[in-house]
């Protein structure tokens, strides 16, 4: 039997492109953790990732809103190219 296919990892320039036409955050650091990940089941269905980003656009939502927003604003990607993706998504005034 084939081993799955290799989904491309997503591109960092990509997801921050997105996320800030998206969020106008304040404040947006991404990391690519893949190597983190390598011979993992999950590293062959796109990269590892955590984010961390302040936006006022998260004033007054829950942790489950503000991940909502972080998705939608991804898209496909996180469907194609994103595994797993570690969220820290804060308002401008919980810096």
Not at 51 to 67: D, K, M, Q, Y
């Amino acid at each position: 039997m084939n081993p799955s296919p290799i989904t491309p990892k997503a591109s960092l320039a990509e997801m921050e492109t997105r996320l800030r036409q998206a969020l106008a955050p304040s404040e947006l650091r991404l990391q690519d953790d893949s190597h983190q990940h390598a011979g993992h089941a999950g590293a062959r269905e796109g990269g590892h990732y955590s984010l961390l980003i302040v936006s006022e656009r998260f004033s007054g939502l829950n942790r489950v809103a503000r991940h909502r927003l972080v998705y939608h604003a991804l898209g496909e990607l996180m469907q194609q190219g994103i595994h797993a993706l570690a969220i820290d998504a804060r308002a401008a005034d919980e810096r």
